[in-house]
């Protein structure tokens, strides 16, 4: 008997976009398993292992019996050291009581949606946004209005857009920097005059996703919530998967107001309850011991965006942008929407990314999952050869467009 699983599926699963670029991590994989040589440029994964001393730290953690369940919102061990490191690195003073310790920083934002979000509260995202940030959103009822930067801005938006789009049904605004998927870095004056906007609306909450703070091109990290017009309404979200090189440890924090903190563990002991113990003790060493390892993937990170920056201009037609943090670039490839190939025409960076995981082996991803139609997304989270490499097949594949 045939079953409908369509009939038996909840409507949130089935009208919930799949995360674009696992999806076309996947692909990649598959492609590769048929024997086929792909450089996977669409994952978000910095290609170093965790620094020795980390490792150490949660082996010896292990053999200490720290196998057990953990409080719900994090070992006091680790949540001293988060409350050092928001200080000594972001100028932000938190109680114990406001940090709360999850399983990545993927779940602490899921996190905080669900704590403040009903039906039809609206969450202003600055685009190019992480592909998660509109489905999490969206899968506790709220609405996402999204607004749009260019390239010819570098991907931000102004505290002005931001302005005209708060309406009676906002409830928070949500945004990284460094961003993924762009690399773009909002600076001091920009994020204070951000700040000055929402501080005239103390309801609206600021959601700060700041993973990528130790891959930063510019120099000293800003937070938003260091700003006095917002400190009671930011919360801010971090991790160690980005900086630390531990995207397996699942590991990710939030310091924010008492009440969101308490929320957010409420939550989260329904859900998951406490994240790893052996894991939280190494990671906090990995905030209170040497960060020169950090400081090293950072430099190893600038120095490759220069590298697939200037090879990326090279390609007629490709507009290419300055990334100032993170691991990603993000150009403009319109001028090739409309062109063909003998098997297919190009009618957006969806068909474009498919093309060149076909044509070229790369995978990149389309960047239509992230808010930006017009870019598809590469990281340079790879080996300098893999990432010459994979751009002179690009090369090669855009001129079989005509």
């Known amino acids: 008997m045939l079953i409908d699983v369509n009939a038996i599926l909840s409507d949130r699963v089935l009208t919930m976009e799949e995360s674009a670029t696992l999806k076309m991590a996947q692909l990649a994989r598959d492609l590769a398993a048929k024997g086929h040589k792909v450089i996977n440029l669409s994952i978000g994964e910095p290609d170093f292992d965790t620094p020795e001393h980390i490792k150490e730290a949660a082996k010896k953690a292990l053999d200490q019996g720290f196998t057990k369940y953990t409080p719900v919102p994090g070992l006091v061990e680790l949540k001293k050291a988060i409350q050092m490191k928001f200080k000594r690195d972001n100028d932000l003073d938190f109680e114990l009581n406001q940090i709360v310790v999850s399983n990545g920083a993927k779940q602490t934002i899921s996190n905080i949606c669900h704590a403040i979000l009903n039906e039809g509260d609206e969450v202003i995202i600055l685009a190019p946004y992480w592909v998660s940030y509109s489905e999490m959103v969206k899968m506790v009822g709220g609405v996402p209005v999204i607004l749009k930067a260019g390239i010819e801005t570098d991907f931000k938006v102004t505290a002005q857009e931001v302005e005209e789009a708060i309406t009676n049904r906002t409830k928070a605004v949500l945004f990284s920097s460094p961003c993924n998927p762009t690399g773009s870095v909002y600076d001091y004056e920009e994020l204070k005059e951000i700040a000055e906007v929402i501080g005239q609306h103390p ?3 600021i959601i700060s996703d700041e993973i990528y703070e130790y891959i930063n091109f510019t120099g000293k990290h800003v937070s938003i919530g260091a700003f006095d017009a917002v400190k009671e309404q930011t919360t801010t979200v971090n991790g160690f998967s980005k900086g630390f090189a531990m995207t397996g440890w699942r590991l990710g924090y939030m310091g924010g ?30 905030l209170t011991s040497d960060l020169t390892p950090t400081y090293k993937m950072c430099e ?3 120095k490759r965006r220069d590298l697939v920056r200037d090879l990326l201009s090279q390609i007629p037609g490709f507009k290419v942008n300055n990334p100032q943090g993170a691991f990603y670039i993000f150009p403009d490839v319109s001028a090739y929407f409309g062109k063909s190939s003998a098997e297919m025409t190009i009618q957006n960076a969806d068909d474009l990314s498919e093309y060149l995981l076909a044509e070229a082996h790369v995978a990149v991803v389309s960047g239509s999952a992230f808010g930006a139609e017009d870019c598809i997304r590469l990281s340079f989270a790879a080996s300098e050869e893999e990432l010459k490499d994979a751009i002179s097949r690009i090369a090669n594949a855009m001129k079989s467009l005509k």
């Open 257 to 286: 107001p008492k009440w969101m903190a308490d929320a957010c563990s409420k939550i989260q002991g329904q859900v998951t309850s406490g994240a790893t113990a052996f894991g939280q003790v190494a990671a906090a060493h990995a």
């Open 300 to 302: 190893a990170f600038q």
């Open 203 to 205: 309801h609206i909450q």
